[in-house]
């Protein structure tokens, strides 16, 4: 049986937290916040996944920081996943101005680098009421929603299936 760990930071309206927990029961994996997470035993999973919401195009900070404290663990297999207001071609000023080309860059270059084999990534939109979006009333409001979480569990189906997993 292949072991599982999700890793995943929801830090405002639990978007991320409500897929991360679609997906971990789909691989019945364990599900962990960044700060709980045991460096020395991620060498037990089979696979790994990373996620959180979005915050300046990127994944949050302690995810990042989390991922940049890892060992190499070569050929680990790991998924990334994330949740935004904002589609990311409706990013496009940040972008261009950090040369961003998806939200899951800063993430994929970090895991790479580490020698980590990433197998798949998810994104949906999530309710987002940050900075200017308060004033309006939030942007994406309902989601993520049910056709987010079964596109999650078909998503982790998907990894639980696939002969790159374990």
Do not use: Q, W
């Not at 990534?121 to 009421?129: L, N, V």
């Amino acid at each position: 049986m292949m072991r599982t760990l999700v890793i995943c930071i929801s830090i405002h309206h639990k978007n991320t937290e409500i897929v991360a927990k679609e997906i971990a029961e789909v691989l019945s994996a364990d599900l962990l916040k960044p700060n709980e997470v045991e460096i020395n035993t991620l060498s037990e999973y089979d696979l790994i996944g990373f996620g959180s919401g979005i915050y300046f195009g990127e994944h949050h900070r302690s995810l990042l920081n989390l991922i940049d404290k890892l060992p190499d663990l070569k050929g680990k297999k790991v998924f990334i996943f994330s949740t935004s207001g904002m589609s990311n071609a409706g990013n496009y000023i940040h972008n261009v101005r950090h040369r961003v080309s998806h939200f899951h860059t800063s993430s994929r270059e970090r895991l790479v680098k580490k020698g980590f084999d990433i197998i798949g990534e998810f994104t949906c939109r999530g309710f987002d009421t940050a900075g200017p979006f308060k004033l309006i009333g939030g942007i994406s409001k309902g989601r993520p929603n049910e056709n987010d979480l079964e596109n999650a569990r078909g998503f982790a189906k998907k990894l639980k299936g696939s002969p790159n997993a374990g």
